[in-house]
């Protein structure tokens, strides 16, 4: 059940990742590692960043989230070398409902990191009590759809929707899929 005025933990720790709240020291890892990418965030719902202003202006972001609400934004590290490799989170959308997704540098794809970061992604959301945490995935990006799947989300209907994915640059709304997992 949602208790007022919890928060979630800064650091998780899973068998292989660190997931912790970004700090203003991470802008140029992120700008480098994946946020600036083109092939690594052409399915991401936000813009790819053109300059560290963008990843700044992620973090005030991320900070006020983290404030407003009992999470947001969870950098992903290697537990090993404690290297950036993407990131996830909460975006809250009511107190019992938010939002998730997830980003990883090109060298540390196909390793079942994303799982392993959503799986403990839900675990907080479960501690917190959200009802809901939602996901939404471009109809051809298998890959992220197998994770969702892999980690108990549900598809919330057969008919895809249609959103805008600023960095395909299709020039028109993408058939995207919205997935779901509850916490009763
Ligand atoms: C999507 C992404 C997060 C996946 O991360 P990952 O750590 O490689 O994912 P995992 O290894 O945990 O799981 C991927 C699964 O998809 C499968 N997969 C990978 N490519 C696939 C493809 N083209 N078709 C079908 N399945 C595929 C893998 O085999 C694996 O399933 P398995 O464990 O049953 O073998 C990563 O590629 C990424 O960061 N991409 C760029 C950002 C992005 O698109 N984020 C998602 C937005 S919705």
């Known amino acids: 059940m949602y208790c007022e005025g919890v928060k979630g933990p800064e650091r998780i720790e899973t068998p292989r990742l660190v ?15 994946y946020s600036s990418d083109p092939e690594i965030t ?16 992620f973090l005030d972001a991320s900070d006020r989230e983290w404030t407003q609400w009992p999470a947001g934004p ?8 404690h290297r950036l490799l993407g990131s996830t989170g909460l975006h809250f959308k009511t107190s019992t409902a938010a939002v998730t997704g997830y980003v990883l540098a090109r060298d540390s794809w196909g390793c079942g990191y994303a799982t392993e970061a ?4 839900c675990a907080v959301a479960g501690d917190l009590g959200v009802g809901q945490v939602i996901a939404h995935c471009h109809e051809d990006h298998a890959a992220s759809r197998r994770v969702l799947e892999k980690c108990g989300f549900t598809r919330a209907s057969q008919a895809p929707e249609l959103l805008e994915f600023p960095n395909i640059g299709s020039g028109r709304p993408e058939r995207c899929l919205r997935y779901f997992r509850s916490f009763d």
Not at 23 to 33: E, G, L, W
Not at 42 to 57: C, D, F, I, M, V
């Open 74 to 81: 969870y950098l992903i590290e290697s537990r090993n070398d």
């Open 42 to 57: 052409k399915y991401l719902g936000w813009p790819r960043h053109q300059s560290l202003e963008a990843t700044n202006a």
């Open 19 to 33: 997931l912790r709240k970004p700090t203003k020291d991470d802008a140029s890892a992120i700008f480098s590692r």
């Open 118 to 121: 959503l799986n403990a992604i």
